[in-house]
């Protein structure tokens, strides 16, 4: 595991790749320490309270760690260049998020065939293909000629399909089994919107002389576009998707262009839709006024938040212990809340090390859009980690009562199929931009020895 | 009861197991950042620091939802709504909400009025005394909230304010370490609490209400109201408001009632910085606006009348004479004389229709009522003497006349009352100009050595005052008392109601004579010079 300075060229190319993804490697094997003492004292609290040791008790963790491994073998062995950092990041969240689901008894531990058990496992392998299949500079074709319009007409179809044929559940709409398709927004739109900007840069960039007005000869189907999904969307009253989305949007026009206009102008219709939307629907007023002043109805509409703040006061810095708390009295935990949890059992102090770890992500994600000079896989890469910085920040501020909740989930942490799977191809995608164009490789290729 | 010493194998083995988790993540961590060059990606462009700004900003958007995740997290101790959420919703065993010894209620020589206690695992409230200090610490309840001081200084009781290095040192230490028993801080009042439980004794079981304070600072001695709820038991039953005896309401800052002839001292002000100085005729008969209007007599008309005899009347009397054998013939002339406007223009001055704030927090706020007075229509000119002797539309909060008289007794100062011995006092409003207010104050003096109060007379504490018997439709007169002393530097205003206690002379005032006596034991007051 020693790092090596220089690889021999004459050496075989699996052992060049391995050598140099030694961070990588570090940085996993630190995840899947960390999590096992997690596992640890969130067992020893199960058999503390008079819990029969079972033989399937280890296997959560024995599962996570040996996907550990496969990504690892795979991308040495496809000597894939992508980022190593944002690896070890992932690896931890996805593995703390795991570790935060078996004891929240989200699946059946004992039952090897719970599908629950293998979300994060196949989460991982997801993003493995994904980063795989679309790197050397693959992922330039997404949005190839009239593929760019079939991701936006796809996003309109998705949100139209679910309205109609979804169920609804506690005010929001779902498809079938309560799998939320509409999660797979946060790909296909800004794969749209950053293969539009990329096409469009200049034009969009050319603002009015002298009175600024925005091209609107360009931007006209985006904005159609965006009124129609937001449209679609807040009729299932997905607020949270809108904001994340049109977060991203306003970034990457303005990454994009250049232009700090739009910024101004985003910011102008932010706050009219938002005075908009208060006006029309109750249910944002309620989560308003359970924002403002949680003590007006705090056994209604303030019971889960406050809730979850008795469970990060009764935690306080060091909290009560992996597995010692009682986040069954949070409402949801599992999903929306599971910070709270985090708050409860881990203290301020654990709060703080995963918010560290999620913008070591966040800034990784910036740093390779920063580096690649593809203009699509710049604004991909941007628009995808703003996507995921918006969400986690929806969420934390919700849970902390720092801002109105907005029933986002935590990436990687909270419990939601779709939403995990969603957000492993967000990474995988990341992932790919990362590895950059073959053009730019400048690692010669190592001869093949004569005797292979 | 102590759960943090016996610690079993186990909670050992958490302990070092968190602390490893702990140790394993920041080295995690500390490795992402570290290895930012050894893993830096080469094979792409170079990199130009166009995201700097917005990872600065990212890093600053996290970093407040942190600090204002620690000040519930941390510091929700410090949060009283909070708190009483969590005592009453939150069923975690080791919620610290739950342990929590809550500081002291003192009174001004340190005697417990509140204090937290540990009983059969759960801490507390516990009220010594019952409902004796009720009306001024009000209570504070998980599920029905807190009321009076308990409310308003909540946040110092539960511990919050840190207001010193020490306090925040000891803020540290105990959030480093994850203390499960919180205390809060003592809060001192001006509350003499021997004063306080005589008062309480002397109404007995009559409804009424006493207000001392001092007038030079406002610090209030005695606030008595009775019946009383006992905070030290809360339920349901209490707020549904059955209970006839209304023990919620607190009648020395709340009630209103007429102040019968003890408003006759606002009145008199009046008239002396309107230059009266001369004297009116007092018919026997009586006086009155309009033939139909009841004629406004003297007491003395109707015990002459019970004993077949005619009553000649006062004559003419000047205005102290008139004070000393409190002549309502006398002042509801001298009501009328003054006029409508400058009546209206003396209550507005003397704030009434008003609240005075004593204290205020986010928590809660402890204030009183003044007085209710409607506007009076132009030509009521029967309305205006009747409200010259304290009848008709006119009504006060006891705690009110306390402050009306001991603005008399300051030089014509009103200072706002107050209940935290450290809050500053604070001159609230002049209510009558010195000279008056000097004129008036010797005039009171006559009126307890040779008028009407003449029986509560002790030379030492030369006690200033006048009483009042006041009419009112639910029964017998309400009796009132309102004085200060000594007369030649007033230490003590007082203010006494008893409801339905008859005459003025023969019950509050009596008991406000053994208040100040006894507050002349305990120090509060000065011995009179001797004349």
Redesign the interface.
């Given at each position: 595991m020693k790092?090596r300075q220089r690889p021999d060229m004459n050496t075989h190319p699996f052992v060049q790749a391995w050598s140099r993804r030694?961070?990588?490697r570090?940085?996993l094997w630190?995840?899947v320490?960390?999590i096992g003492?997690?596992f640890?004292?969130m067992l020893?609290?199960g058999?503390?309270e008079g819990r029969a040791f079972a033989l399937t008790d280890p296997l959560p963790w024995t599962l996570y760690a040996g996907t550990l491994v496969v990504l690892h073998l795979t991308l040495v062995s496809v000597r894939f260049?992508g980022?190593?950092?944002l690896i070890?990041?992932l690896a931890?969240l996805a593995g703390f998020g795991l570790l935060a689901q078996v004891r929240l008894g989200t699946f059946d531990v004992a039952n090897p065939l719970d599908p629950g058990l293998y979300l994060v496992p196949a989460g991982i392998v997801l993003m493995l293909l994904v980063a795989i299949g679309l790197s050397h500079g693959r992922y330039a074709r997404l949005t190839e000629g009239h593929w760019l319009w079939v991701w936006a007409a796809g996003s309109l179809v998705l949100v139209a399909v679910v309205l109609l044929f979804g169920q609804r559940y506690r005010g929001a709409v779902y498809g079938v089994g309560l799998v939320t398709p509409t999660e797979l927004l946060k790909v296909t739109v800004v794969v749209f919107l950053a293969g539009f900007i990329d096409r469009h840069a200049k034009r969009l960039a050319n603002w009015g002389k002298g009175f600024p007005l925005p091209p609107m000869r360009h931007l006209w189907p985006l904005l159609l576009f965006c009124m129609g999904l937001s449209a679609l969307l807040l009729t299932q009253r997905d607020l949270g998707m809108v904001v994340i989305l049109s977060v991203a949007l306003l970034?990457m026009l303005f990454?994009g262009t250049g232009r700090t206009a739009y910024l101004v102008l985003g910011g102008v219709l932010a706050a009219l839709a938002g005075a908009l939307l208060l006006t029309v629907f109750s249910h944002g007023q309620r989560r308003l006024a359970a924002w403002l002043d949680p003590?007006q109805d705090?056994?209604g509409n303030s019971?889960q938040i406050?809730?979850g703040?008795?469970?990060?006061?009764?935690?306080?810095?060091?909290?009560?212990?992996?597995g010692?708390?009682?986040p069954e009295?949070t409402p949801i935990a599992q999903s929306d809340f599971i910070y709270a949890v985090i708050?409860e059992e881990?203290?301020?102090?654990?709060?703080?090390?995963l918010?560290?770890?999620?913008?070591?992500l966040?800034?990784?994600g910036?740093?390779?859009?920063?580096?690649?000079?593809q203009g699509f896989g710049r604004l991909l890469c941007?628009g995808l980690t703003t996507e995921l910085?918006t969400q986690t920040?929806l969420n934390?501020?919700g849970v902390?009562?720092?801002i109105p909740l907005t029933g986002v989930t935590l990436p990687f942490v909270s419990h939601g199929g779709s939403s995990l799977m969603t957000s492993f191809v967000m990474l995988g995608l990341i992932l790919a931009v990362?590895d950059?164009m073959p053009t730019?490789?400048?690692?010669p290729k190592p001869p093949r020895p004569p005797s292979d | 009861m102590n759960v943090s010493l016996d610690i079993?194998p186990?909670s050992a083995?958490?302990?070092a197991?968190?602390a490893?988790?702990?140790l394993?993540?920041?080295?995690?961590?500390k490795?992402?950042?570290d290895?930012?060059n050894?893993?830096r990606?080469?094979?792409?462009?170079?990199?130009?620091?166009?995201?700097r700004t917005?990872?600065t900003g990212?890093?600053a958007?996290?970093g407040?939802?942190?600090l204002?995740?620690?000040t519930?997290?941390?510091t929700?101790l410090y949060r009283p709504?909070?708190v009483a959420?969590?005592q009453s919703?939150?069923?975690?065993?080791?919620?610290?909400?739950h342990w929590i010894q809550r500081g002291r209620l003192l009174d001004r020589r340190g005697e417990v009025l509140a204090e937290s206690l540990e009983r059969e695992g759960r801490v507390q409230r516990h009220y010594p005394d019952g409902p004796v200090f009720a009306p001024v610490v009000g209570y504070t309840h998980p599920r029905f909230g807190a009321s009076g001081m308990e409310a308003v200084v909540s946040r110092q009781l539960d511990g919050g304010d840190p207001n010193s290095l020490k306090d925040l040192g000891e803020l540290g230490r105990r959030?480093?370490g994850?203390d499960k028993r919180p205390r809060g801080r003592d809060v001192v009042l001006t509350i003499d609490a021997e004063l306080q439980r005589l008062a309480v004794e002397r109404l007995g079981a009559r409804r009424g209400a006493v207000v001392m304070l001092d007038p030079r600072d406002g610090a209030v001695r005695v606030l008595a109201s009775v019946p009383a709820h006992d905070p030290n038991r809360i339920d349901a039953e209490l707020f549904s408001g059955s209970d006839p005896a209304t023990p919620l309401l607190n009648r020395a800052t709340q009630g209103l009632y007429p102040p019968g002839s003890t408003f006759k001292i606002a009145v008199a002000a009046l008239a002396l910085e309107r230059g009266f100085n001369g004297t009116l005729a007092c018919p026997g008969d009586g006086f009155t606006t309009a033939s139909h209007y009841r004629k406004i007599r003297d007491h003395e008309y109707y015990s002459a009348r019970r004993t077949g005899h005619v009553w000649e009347g006062y004559g003419r009397l000047g205005l102290e004479r008139a004070l000393a054998v409190s002549s309502n013939v006398f002042f509801a002339q001298l009501g009328v004389l003054q006029g409508r406007d400058a009546f209206q223009e003396l209550t507005e001055r003397l704030g009434f229709n008003g609240q005075i704030l004593l204290h205020q927090s986010t928590y809660g706020r402890f204030a009183m009522r003044t007085g209710h007075w409607p506007a009076l229509a132009a030509n009521d000119q029967y309305g205006l003497a009747q409200a010259a002797i304290g009848q008709g539309r006119l009504l006060v909060s006891p705690a009110y006349m306390a402050l009306l008289t001991g603005a008399l007794a300051n030089q014509g100062v009103a200072v706002r009352p107050r209940l935290i011995a450290t809050a500053r006092p604070e001159v609230l409003a002049r209510f009558m100009h010195p000279d008056v207010a000097n004129r008036l104050a010797a005039m009171l003096r006559r009126v307890v050595t040779e008028g009407t109060a003449r029986a509560i007379d002790i030379p030492e504490l030369a006690i200033a005052g006048k009483t009042g018997t006041a009419e009112n439709p639910q029964g017998d007169a309400h009796s009132w008392f309102v004085g200060f002393a000594p007369a030649e530097r007033p230490a003590l205003a007082v203010a006494v109601l008893v409801e339905h206690g008859g005459y003025g002379s023969a019950t509050a005032a009596p008991i406000a004579r053994d208040l100040l006596q006894r507050a002349h034991a305990l120090g509060l007051m000065p011995s009179a010079s001797k004349p």
């Open positions: 790092p030694w961070p990588e570090r940085l630190l995840s320490l960390g003492i997690g640890g004292m020893g609290s058999y503390a260049q980022d190593q950092i070890g990041a931890f970034v990454f003590f705090p056994t019971w406050l809730q703040l008795s469970g990060m006061y009764s935690g306080g810095l060091w909290g009560e212990g992996f010692a708390g009682n009295y708050g881990l203290g301020f102090v654990g709060a703080v090390l918010v560290l770890v999620f913008l070591v966040f800034g990784r910036l740093t390779i859009a920063d580096q690649t000079r941007l910085a920040l934390l501020g902390t009562k720092s990362s950059g730019r490789r400048r690692t | 079993d186990w083995t958490r302990l197991l968190q490893t988790f702990f394993t993540l920041s080295l995690l961590v490795q992402l950042f290895l930012r050894a893993a990606l080469k094979h792409l462009g170079r990199p130009k620091g166009a995201f917005p990872m990212l890093m958007l996290f407040a939802v942190l204002y995740q620690a519930w997290q941390l929700g709504q909070f959420f969590m919703h939150d069923r975690r065993e080791f919620n610290p909400a959030i480093l994850g």
